[in-house]
């Protein structure tokens, strides 16, 4: 049974997409079956990897509104192992759609991802920067929530609102016997050379204490271009920090989720 991970934060620009796209592409190149959900009307994620928006058919919105099976909405990226859903902005305007069907909205993201799970280790869900409702369903249709943090002045700011967030939908989840638990707080965009930036990753993980992942995502430039070519980091530059620091990360992940396997 896959493990359905949101990679969520209601702050813009911290590094979701990024997280999302290069955490699923090094699970892949550990030989895990990974699905990337592209939830975000912007589409980074999509665009990110190479897909060109104007030829999709299939797309997580038609999915979600039932115009199409799940199954038939899996992109095989080109060169790796890794498959995702893309999007498009179509997906703004899926609350409006979904609220007009009899279906507990909340859960139909869940409901369609359920009958793929068995199919992949890990299902990553790219989410957008809000709290409303498609990071909701997000945090509804996930079995843990990752919350990149951006290295920076007041990066605490903002995450009280997200746990909050995180801990009603605990308790929603909890009447129809689901759990939601936090898989870990990713502290991206560190500058090395910053004193404030190491200020700032004591202050993360004091306040978080284990909470935080041993694995830091410095500032690096081949983070920065490769979404430009169209590919994870891993495939633009294999051998550069940045693809180590993913690796790891993707390490920490199957540590804790399947300990017997490392
Ligand atoms: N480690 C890094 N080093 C340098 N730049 C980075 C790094 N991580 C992310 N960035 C850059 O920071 C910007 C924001 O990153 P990203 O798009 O992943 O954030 P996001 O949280 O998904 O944003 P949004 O809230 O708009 O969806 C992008 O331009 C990205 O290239
Ligand atoms: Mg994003």
Redesign the pocket.
Known sequence: MGKVIAIA?QK????????SVNLSASLAAMDKKVLLIDY?P?A?TTTSLGIHRQSLKHTIEKVVIGDVQIKDAVFKIENTSLHMIPTTIELSHLGMKVRSTELDEMYILRQRIETIKNDYDYILIDC??SLGFLALSALHASDSVLV?VQCQYLAIDGLTQLLNTVHTVQKNLKVNHYQLSIEGVLI??LDKRSKAGWQIVHELKEYFQDGVFETI????VA??NA?THGVSVLQYAPTSM?SKLYKSLAKEIIKHNEPQTI
């Open positions: 934060n813009g620009g911290v590094g979701k997409t990024t997280t975000d912007q980074s957008p920067p990149p991206t965009m995502i410095t500032t690096n983070v920065q979404p940045a």
